[in-house]
């Protein structure tokens, strides 16, 4: 095995997994983790392993490897950082190629300097590549204003299981040409193939940034400004609600007591004074504070609530429920999590988007008290139309809790698509929904 | 009789089916009326359990079928192939649930595109996808087409736009794509559904996203002398980072035909090309680049640009570009609709190349298009009875989508591939891009009963 990819990567570009814990997966080591420098590379490995049924987990920086069920054994880690190249940035058109591999951080650095951004951001930008940003659909804070990686994808190529290589989609800004299997790959947790390059639409950078924090009542009385908010002409580009605790851990340098909304504007500097301005006089209205967040501080703040959770909570979930209820789930959340220790909460009340973190000592009796908690909890976000995942977890949590929970009677076609992409099951089997 | 009418009669009701040939002629063909067939049957379902029935009963005998909306595509979609029963959902037109706290409404696939914006308008909310059809279309064809429009510049397509469907797959089967207000866990079954031509079953339910009004919106209308000055001033305005809410383009055959059609928008019809923009959004960010896009108009030469001074000016500026395709009825007994996209920074270039292969073919081209995504719809008058002249449109028009796929485009950006432009589709497609799709209509529809034939060029791919 290891002469074969040898052969294909090249000899410095194979390393044994035990050499490379970073790309541990989720607890398994790999017997190797290839490097390839271009997507015919990834293209013969793969050919290699569907034909001698190796089990593949397709990474960027091996940063999100801990997500989604476990998988029993892992023979090859591809890591596809060294594809990290912007192809072709037309500014003029507001699009962009570039390889998969390329972080975001990187990548907005240097399409910056055309005054533009890919609005995303997803935990630690610095580490997280394009392709593995795709490939789960991570996102942040921003879901409200910017939307999701699927809003941006306009083209995709992708390595099929079996070697072979396709394009989904083009690269111009509209394009209904063909099913839209852009919308296949993108959050397909790498369980269909491996995205080697990706084109996408872009934004104009806003020219200003401006956080508020809002505070001084009651979350009911919270509630009701970010329902005024939501409702108003105003467009905030983010709206967290961090409740007392989680200011404490996300905020330390907080002037205010208590819980904290935030309300995030960005756009051409007049436009939000425009917005500041109605956003003291509604608030006034309803007895609440409003303070500007120091734009230093801003910063600092809303990388901790984006990297969340702050000194990584044993676990972390992501729940999403129409946003009408994401303040009653709050409230849910601390009553019922009241047993675990530093329990951090962020809501996305613009999306409804929830993130929690807890951690419990490690005995049997916590931890299955944890997991009898979230089990109640995903019943909750359940109840709402909703879900619950373990965003991150040890492995014992997940053995008690499936990662995703039901996806009901759409499974049969989920395994249909699996197995018409997969029929091997080589990649990232089990990991994702329904056994996928 | 026919067995399987009398059946399908017995299932609804006998007058919720058509099966006379002249009830029939009006479903033979979608707004391209030179893809036509007659279809086996017409049935007219009033509920999700209706059509699940029907699908279920034509599935089990292997008899192919198609769902319908009000037959305003413009790709051949909505044709019917050989024995096709036709699943028409004009009916079940009702808004089911509105729902503003999460901005999302429930709607029947039957319900009329401009309906929805129009019930939700007095709270302050509209539907964003607007095709230019939108006073006939429905959500349900919407969702089959992910159909565009000229506000899709700042808002998106379709898919942007839809947050769940409730399908009738083609076995008969009753599923739920995507989700009901919040996100769906595993694949984007939903995404996958929107755009697939009515392949991979019928939307009986449809959520869709809602969004607020903008408070403020000026609409612009500028005219050039050349066609040059108008592209590159729409290239610049996007270059600038200015995302104004449409940007549409008309040239001057279009024009002329507009201003001598009910359509009369007072365009002058001495330009070479005129330029609707509309921006909006909050005030403070509108003045500003109402003043920055006039800038970019006058340094490229505009002679004149008109701010619509009221509601009615702005209504009568977007009439003439809405009802372009119609007035273009009275040119020619047929119209060639075009629908391919390029990069926009290309327009100024692509645009003259397209008036030269015209000429070169001896053909008039009426350019109308949403020039700030690129979107062209290069339309070509002629006359259907003349089949050298046929012969003449479709090699013009195959050369133009020829080119723009050349200049890195696409060969639809809106109106979908159906049957007219199945034969495109290895322009811009490997085969092996063409499997996969084949691939995810199989864990659809395995039989490949639901409207077959369309969008996936069979001939060219023998192996699947």
């Not at chain 1, 905020?251 to 301005?277: C, H, I, K, N, T």
């Not at chain 1, 501080?297 to 702050?310: K, N, Q, S």
């Not at chain 2, 980072?241 to 019809?269: N, Q, R």
């Not at chain 2, 290069?378 to 089949?387: A, C, K, L, T």
Request: glycine share 10%; proline share 6%.
């Amino acid at each position: 095995m290891y002469n074969e990819l040898e052969a294909i990567v090249g000899k410095e570009w194979v390393r044994p997994g035990n050499a490379t814990p970073e790309y541990t997966v989720d607890g398994v080591v790999p017997d190797v983790v290839l490097f390839p420098g271009s997507a015919d590379e990834v293209a013969e490995v793969l050919r290699r392993a569907h034909e001698a049924r190796w089990i593949v987990a397709p990474a960027g920086f091996g940063t999100g490897l801990d997500l989604g069920n476990p998988l029993a054994k892992v023979d090859v880690v591809i890591s596809t950082r060294r594809l990290d190249r912007v192809l072709e940035h037309e500014p003029a058109d507001l699009t962009v190629s570039v390889e998969a591999g390329c972080s975001l951080a990187t990548f907005n650095e240097i399409i910056g300097e055309h005054g533009q951004w890919l609005p995303l951001n997803p935990p630690r930008p610095e580490q997280a590549t394009l392709g593995a940003i795709a490939a789960v659909e991570d996102f942040g804070s921003l879901r409200l204003g910017f939307g999701l990686t699927r809003d941006y994808v306009i083209g995709l190529t992708i390595v099929q299981a079996d070697g072979t290589i396709i394009k989904s989609g083009g690269r111009v800004v509209k394009n209904v040409a063909g099913y839209d299997l852009n919308k296949l790959f993108v959050g397909s947790h790498g369980t269909l193939g491996i995205i080697t390059q990706l084109n996408f639409k872009l934004r104009p950078r806003p020219e200003v940034d401006s956080t508020y924090a809002l505070s001084g009542g009651a979350l009911a009385r919270l509630e009701e400004a970010a329902r005024e908010l939501v409702r108003s002409e105003l467009a905030p580009v983010a709206l967290n609600l961090l409740p007392a605790g989680t200011v404490r851990r996300c905020w330390p340098s907080s002037p205010v007591d208590g819980s904290v909304l935030l309300v995030r504007f960005m756009d051409l500097e007049p436009v939000v004074q425009y917005q500041a301005d109605q956003l003291q006089q509604r608030v006034a209205r309803l007895g609440l504070d409003v303070s500007t967040v120091g734009a230093e501080t801003a910063m600092a703040l809303w990388r901790a609530i984006d990297d969340f959770p702050v000194d990584g909570g044993d676990v972390t979930v992501r729940m999403s429920v129409p946003r009408s209820e994401a303040f009653s789930m709050v409230g849910l959340i601390e009553r019922t999590l009241s047993a675990a220790d530093d329990v951090q909460v962020i809501a996305c009340v613009g999306d409804g988007t929830i993130w929690v973190s807890a951690s419990y000592e490690d005995t049997e009796f916590t931890r299955s008290r944890l997991v009898a908690s979230l089990k109640a909890l995903r019943r909750e976000c359940e109840r709402r139309r909703g879900h619950l995942i373990l965003y991150r977890a040890p492995r014992a949590v997940k053995r008690e809790l499936d990662v995703w929970g039901e996806v009901g009677a759409t499974a049969g076609l989920m395994r249909a698509l699996k197995q018409q992409f997969d029929p091997h099951g080589i990649l990232n089997p089990g990991r994702f929904v329904a056994g996928i | 009789m026919d067995p399987v009418i009398e059946q399908l009669r017995h299932l609804l009701d006998p007058d919720r089916v058509l099966s006379e040939p002249d009830e029939l002629i009006v479903y033979e063909s979608d707004a391209v009326t030179y893809h036509k067939r007659r279809p086996r049957a017409v049935v007219f379902p009033e509920s999700r359990e209706e059509v699940a029935a029907v699908v279920r009963f034509l599935s089990e005998r292997g008899i192919p079928f198609l769902p319908r909306g009000a037959g305003t595509g413009l790709s051949g979609g909505a044709v019917p192939s050989p024995e096709s029963v036709i699943i028409e959902l004009a009916r079940m037109n009702r808004i089911l649930e509105i729902d503003y706290e999460n901005q999302r409404a429930v709607v029947e696939p039957g319900v009329i595109n401009v309906h929805l914006s129009q019930a939700v308008a007095d709270a302050g909310y509209f539907y964003a996808p607007d095709p230019s059809s939108q006073t006939a279309c429905t959500i349900g064809g919407n969702v089959a087409e992910n159909s565009g429009g000229p506000h899709c510049l700042k808002y998106g397509m379709t898919t942007n736009h839809i947050l769940g469907l409730e399908v009738v797959l083609p076995d008969g089967e009753i599923v739920q794509l995507g989700g009901d207000g919040a996100d769906a866990l595993g694949y984007d079954l939903r995404g996958l559904f929107i755009g697939s031509e009515g392949m991979f079953g019928i939307a009986t339910r449809i959520t869709v996203r809602l969004l607020r009004c903008p408070p403020t919106v000026e609409t612009l209308l500028a005219d050039f002398m050349t066609i040059e000055a108008a592209t590159h001033t729409v290239s610049e305005i996007i270059a600038a980072g200015i995302i104004p809410a449409a940007l549409e383009m008309m040239d001057k055959a279009t024009i002329g035909l507009v201003e001598a059609s009910i359509f009369a928008a007072g365009y002058p019809t001495d330009a070479a090309a005129v330029l609707i923009i509309e921006l909006d959004g909050l005030e403070p960010a509108v003045v500003r680049d109402v003043a920055r896009v006039i800038d970019i108009c006058r340094a490229h030469g505009a002679r004149e640009v008109r701010v619509a001074q009221n509601e009615t000016e702005r209504a009568r500026f977007w009439a003439g570009r809405k009802g372009a395709f119609g007035a273009m009825g009275r040119l020619s007994p047929d119209l060639m609709i075009q629908d391919a996209v390029i990069p926009r920074s290309k327009l100024p270039r692509v645009l003259s190349q397209i008036y030269r292969i015209a000429e070169h073919y001896g053909l008039q081209v009426a350019n109308v298009f949403h020039a700030g995504d690129g979107n062209l719809h290069p339309n070509i008058p002629y006359d259907g009875r003349d089949p050298e002249m046929l012969e003449r449109v479709k090699r013009a028009s195959r050369e133009i989508m020829e080119l723009c796929v050349r200049e890195g485009g696409s060969i639809t950006g809106e109106h979908g591939v159906g049957l007219d432009k199945i034969d495109y589709m290895p322009l811009i497609f490997s085969d092996a891009d063409l499997e996969a799709m084949v691939r995810v209509r199989r864990c659809f529809d395995p039989r490949g009963l639901c409207n077959p034939g369309k969008v996936i060029p069979i001939r060219r791919c023998r192996a699947f």
